[in-house]
DNA sequence: ATGACTCCCAGTGGGAGA
């Protein structure tokens, strides 16, 4: 099976370039998030005539995330159970052997904002909740723009970012409690070239100087991990003439 | 350098992203 995950921004101004991909790549699921796209405007037909199942939970103009599955998604959830959020930033559905559980981390803004606050609050519920998923459903994987770099080497300049967003002890002690369940990086479970990220700025030729971070991630339960056969970072649709922010991140598990 | 780009909703600018 062929999993990953993508942060679009706007799969209104996107969904060309996700359909390219999807008949490109042929990935069995593909978590997407920044939709941006309420429910009623969810291209599903579209994704349908590609050959994709979808579940999707969307608002307006921010957030919004869905997952595409060449098989049928059952058991859909959406946000994290018991934590009132006015903001559509967790996906979770069962696609054959597999419970996914598709995500986009809060931002954060900044240390000590309130964005911040809410980050960590949000990080504690979904640590929670993935614990007493993987109880329920041991072959799991959480996907998605995690908006923190894990590690200096996840950074393209760790000293100009230090203690910066993403990038703050809070935030990797969060990243690393979530591997204390027992999920593993797919990402670092093989060799890499150095210097690989998921995500470019816009601003400053960032992209042409490869001048980026990792914060899209996908994490194999201790079940999954021994099917993980492969991770890769699709740079391909970055290239193109409209590109979001952010690169696609691929799974491979032989299930 | 208090920026740079892109998207959105707005409405002839501003917030947010990361």
Not at 43 to 55: D, H, K, T, V
Not at 155 to 175: K, L, M, N, S
Not at 203 to 226: C, E, M, T, Y
């Amino acid at each position: 099976m062929k999993i990953a995950t993508w942060n679009v921004n706007s799969l209104a101004v996107r969904l060309p370039q996700v359909l390219d991909w999807l008949q490109a790549q042929q990935p069995d699921v593909l978590a997407l998030q920044e939709t941006k796209l309420t429910d009623d405007k969810f291209p599903a037909e579209a994704l349908q005539a590609a050959g994709y199942r979808c579940a999707f939970f969307g608002q307006r103009t921010y957030n919004g995330v869905a997952l595409l599955s060449r098989h049928a998604l059952d058991a859909v959830q959406c946000n994290i159970p018991g934590f009132d959020d006015e903001q559509a930033r967790v996906i979770a559905a069962t696609a054959g052997p597999l419970r996914v559980i598709g995500a986009y981390f809060p931002n954060g803004q900044a240390p000590g904002s309130d964005k911040f606050a809410y980050k960590m609050r949000w990080l504690d519920a979904l640590q929670a909740w993935v614990s007493a998923q993987l109880q329920q459903s041991p072959r799991l994987v959480l996907l998605g723009d995690f908006n923190i770099a894990p590690e200096d080497r996840d950074v393209y300049d760790p000293v100009a970012w230090a203690g910066q967003i993403h990038c703050t002890p809070e935030e990797r002690a969060h990243f690393q409690s979530l591997l204390g369940l027992g999920l593993a990086d797919a990402f670092r479970a093989f060799e890499q070239p150095p210097k690989s990220w998921s995500w470019w700025d816009y601003r400053n030729l960032a992209f042409r100087k490869n001048q980026g971070l990792r914060i899209d991630h996908i994490l194999v339960s201790a079940a999954l991990r021994p099917a993980l056969t492969a991770c890769t970072i699709d740079k391909t649709p970055r290239k193109n003439e409209r590109p979001s922010d952010h690169a696609p991140v691929i799974a491979e598990l032989a299930l």
